[in-house]
């Protein structure tokens, strides 16, 4: 079993800046591939980023690619989604996952575990 909490949400103006962390626990989650999504009211949650258990593969949604950067210290169980140029577009709640190694997806229903979220504003 893994548990995910994430942190590092708020309110920012648009081209600011914001690092959202995941924690994660249990002795394995190094062998975990993490991602992570977001959902604005009434929309469907979508993928952001993701990378793979050992840091050495990473996918991005292209509305973050360049902007949105993916990274994790397995040493202290954390992932993290460094977010730069932030626009009003971006404001959402940011979900941490996470799915036992295979390879990086942006396939929601392919994450078995899921934080409770992390809520993003990005003020015009």
């Known amino acids: 079993q893994v548990q995910l909490v994430e942190s590092g949400g708020g309110l920012v103006q648009a081209g600011g800046s914001l690092r959202l962390s995941c924690a994660a626990s249990?002795?394995?989650?190094?062998?975990?591939?993490t991602g992570w999504f977001r959902q604005a009211p009434g929309k469907e949650r979508e993928f952001v980023a993701a990378?793979?258990?050992?840091?050495?593969?990473?996918y991005y949604a292209d509305s973050v690619k360049g902007r949105f950067t993916i990274s994790r210290d397995n040493a202290k169980n954390t992932v993290y989604l460094q977010m730069n140029s932030l626009k009003p577009e971006d404001t959402a709640v940011y979900y941490c996952a996470a799915k036992k190694y295979g390879g990086v997806t942006a396939t929601t229903l392919s994450y078995d575990y899921w934080g409770q979220g992390t809520q993003v504003t990005v003020s015009s």
């Open positions: 249990g002795r394995t989650f190094i062998t975990y591939d």
């Open positions: 990378m793979s258990w050992s840091g050495g593969s990473t």
